[in-house]
């Protein structure tokens, strides 16, 4: 059999960056923002394939992040972590076993550990289901649109694993784009014929869910406020046990990680943007750190750099 290259096969695209936040937006069509919650500088590597209509890629992440996420519009993202190993979406732990599932236009959080490794599958709908119904399937839309944890026979997550790998390593000229996209669509309808939605949380998880989001929504608002733990507990009206308790099962981290982790990060997206005229100080100041010295110390155990490094680092 002779095989000859195809020169119109879609091409690979691979990025790499230092920085998390950098990283977060080296995704084609998604919106984001990463915050890196382990210490040590950044390694991040995207390989993302594009096809008519869908999209597959393979993240690694190097640090611990808490990631905010919206994928593109009437889209479906299936993420496939390589292990599963201490990943949360929404707050609730991927099992070994689970995929995790958003529909576009929809905000939704990941808090992913260090050294870790997923894949990822993003569909337009209307061709997914036009695919299923060629196929004679009728696919639910509830699980899609309501689940983001769907649980997977272990052979199926495999070979869906599998079929990804080889697409992003394999030698793409000698496969025609439309079997490429071929060979990714069927695995994908093979593994939403056999799932089934694990809507399985620890009891208080609605609970412990509402008390991180009344923080959040609080910080967010409240840029440079000096918060201690009992400011927390009486804005969530809860004892300083359940906040602890809430924080270590929604993000895996303590609020007062949770606090200057994503004060620290702001600090760093604002260094990196910041003009002629801003200076260190000031713009720590601005996120409500008053003592340099502890500021710069602290920021240099989460990012392995100093704060003057960053600023002076052109952003890409």
């Given amino acids: 059999m002779h095989l000859t290259n195809n020169k ?56 611990a992040l808490r990631q905010q996420c919206n994928v593109w519009p009437n889209s479906v993202w299936i993420g496939i972590p390589a292990v599963a190993d201490d990943c949360r979406i929404n707050g609730q732990v991927v099992a070994d076993r689970d995929v995790m599932c958003r529909p576009g236009h929809c905000d939704f959080e990941l808090v992913t550990p260090e050294a870790f490794d997923i894949f990822g599958v993003v569909i337009d709908r209307d061709e997914l289901n036009r695919v299923a119904r060629v196929q004679g399937l009728e696919l639910e839309d509830g699980a899609l649109l309501h689940h983001p944890r769907l649980s997977v026979p272990a052979r199926t997550l495999d070979a869906m694993r599998y079929i990804i790998s080889r697409l992003l390593d394999g030698d793409r000229r000698l496969t025609a ?25 620890p009891p208080g998880y609605r609970h412990r869910k509402w008390v991180v989001d009344q923080v959040k929504q609080y910080v967010a608002s409240h840029q440079d406020a000096p918060l201690t733990m009992i400011d927390l507990c009486e804005l969530t009206n809860v004892s300083r046990r359940t906040l602890q308790y809430s ?32 200076t260190v100080a000031d713009i720590a100041s601005y996120w409500g750190f008053w003592h340099l010295s502890q500021f710069a110390k602290d920021y240099k155990t989460l990012f392995g750099e100093s704060p003057s490094n960053t600023r002076n680092t052109p952003c890409v």
């Fill in 8 to 63: 119109n096969a879609p091409k690979m695209r691979t990025t790499e960056a230092r920085d998390a936040d950098e990283h977060a937006h080296n995704l084609t069509n998604w919106q984001q923002q990463y915050d890196q919650i382990s210490g040590g500088g950044f390694y991040g590597r995207i390989d993302e394939l594009p096809l008519p209509r869908l999209q597959v890629f393979r993240e690694h992440t190097s640090k």
């Fill in 247 to 278: 924080f270590d099962s929604i993000l895996g981290i303590s609020p007062l990680q949770y606090l200057r982790a994503t004060r620290l990060n702001q600090v760093r997206r604002a260094l990196r943007r910041a003009n002629a005229r801003q």
């Fill in 177 to 201: 784009p439309h079997l490429q996209k071929d060979l990714v669509l069927m695995a994908l309808l093979e593994l939403l014929q056999q799932e089934s939605p694990n809507d399985e949380v």
